[in-house]
């Protein structure tokens, strides 16, 4: 049997972020919500190319990303006067109660989630997880079919 296992990834991330957004009218994707909390877990100012490495987006989508997260007054940019090419990204105070928000928001949903399963199950979910992760990260050396 042949299955997609990342439709099923897919629609269920879809899902959960639906679920956020009823929670967050300001959450139009689960990146933005990961930018803050990278933003707030961070000790100070994160570079636009740290935050792009550490959640593996494209740079050139963190840059949109960021103009949106600007634009709500969540985040401010700085150049960094040391390198001018380098932006510095800073949680505002606005930034700082949507973390607070957003937590108690991803609180909610993974108990909404997570009704029904065990804590052994929700563990086993995660580990599987991983371990398909850890082996996909190995998949560059499959033939390319001709």
């Known amino acids: 049997m042949t299955v997609l296992v990342s439709r099923s990834l897919r629609r269920l991330s879809r899902k959960y972020i639906l679920c956020l957004a009823r929670s967050l009218p300001l959450i139009t994707s689960d990146w933005v919500a990961e930018i803050l909390l990278v933003l707030h877990g961070s000790s100070g100012s994160v570079s636009q190319k740290q935050l792009s490495g550490q959640l593996e987006i494209d740079e ?6 960021i103009r949106e997260l600007t634009i709500l007054q969540l985040i401010e940019v700085a150049i ?33 989630l997570s009704q029904g399963l065990s804590t052994e199950q929700l563990h086993s979910f995660f580990e599987v997880i991983q371990r398909m992760e850890g082996n996909l990260n190995h998949c560059g050396h499959l033939k390319q079919r001709k």
């Not at 050139?60 to 990303?65: D, E, G, K, L, P």
């Not at 380098?86 to 957003?102: C, D, F, P, R, Y």
């Open 80 to 112: 960094n006067p040391e390198d001018r090419r380098e932006h510095m990204l800073t949680l505002t105070n606005k930034g700082q109660q949507m973390v607070v928000k957003i937590r108690e928001a991803i609180d909610m949903v993974n108990h909404h």
């Open 60 to 65: 050139s989508r963190i840059v949109t990303m």
